[in-house]
């Protein structure tokens, strides 16, 4: 079945990097759309990049453009999020999700992905 592990989280000083990475198995990345997500204490989860099946195309929310930047290897089967110039609003707990199915253009939609990790936490300190 399908499942998504994720990993590298942690504490971080503002300016400072992380990269995350989501393990994956019982799929293939070339028939599925890869995800990452965010969810703050009290806010809705949204978007953060998504990578088109196969590899093809990346997407990213307007708040990670040139800061974030998603990568998958194919032969490792993870999918990683590499976040630099962390800022303290980009304090999450941070997800993986994936689905082989997105509607339209809807890849930065939550509700858009079946299968999900557990999270990881990302906290950025002032």
């Known amino acids: 079945q399908v499942q998504l592990v994720e990993s590298g989280g942690g504490s971080v000083q503002a300016g400072g990097s992380l990269r995350l990475s989501c393990t994956a198995s019982?799929?293939?990345?070339?028939?599925?759309?890869m995800g990452w997500f965010r969810q703050a204490p009290g806010k809705e989860r949204e978007g953060v990049a998504a990578?088109?099946?196969?590899?093809?195309?990346?997407y990213y929310a307007d708040s990670v453009k040139g800061r974030f930047t998603a990568s998958q290897d194919n032969a490792k089967n993870t999918l990683y999020l590499q976040m630099n110039s962390l800022k303290p609003e980009d304090t999450a707990m941070y997800y993986c999700?994936?689905?082989?199915?997105?509607?339209?253009?809807?890849?930065?939609?939550?509700?858009?992905?079946?299968?999900w990790g557990q999270g990881t936490q990302v906290t950025v300190s002032s």
């Open positions: 999700a994936t689905d082989p199915y997105v509607y339209g253009s809807r890849w930065l939609q939550p509700n858009q992905y079946n299968y």
């Open positions: 019982g799929f293939s990345f070339s028939t599925h759309y």
């Open positions: 990578i088109l099946r196969g590899g093809g195309s990346t």
